[in-house]
């Protein structure tokens, strides 16, 4: 067997043993506990004044991207309070990346450093 099949086969079961890790199952149950939370009050905040958010997926659709950084846009809060919720938001978002991108990076790392 080639050396690069190896090597990716080797990857491969390293990110897959890291996707079923407590830290990432963990991670990612807190994210999305924080993305429908955050839709469930922001809909509740404007549901009556902004057209925008309609109904929960709405609220839920701009929840997603708020945390993701992303942002389209198309779904804005109104409301001081929203605007507020928003901020929070993209600040967790942040986080929550982040901290995937660390996993990520010393699972790499890690390996790089015992295999040579």
Known sequence: MPKIIFKMLHFSKL???LVFSVPFVTLSLFGNTIVFSFAAVIYSLEKDVNPGMSNYID???WSFS????VGYGDVVPITFWGKI????LMLIGVAIFGIYTALFARVIIDDEVYME
């Open 15 to 17: 990110i897959w043993k």
């Open 59 to 61: 609220a839920l659709w």
């Open 66 to 69: 708020t945390t993701s950084t």
């Open 85 to 88: 919720m928003g901020i929070l």
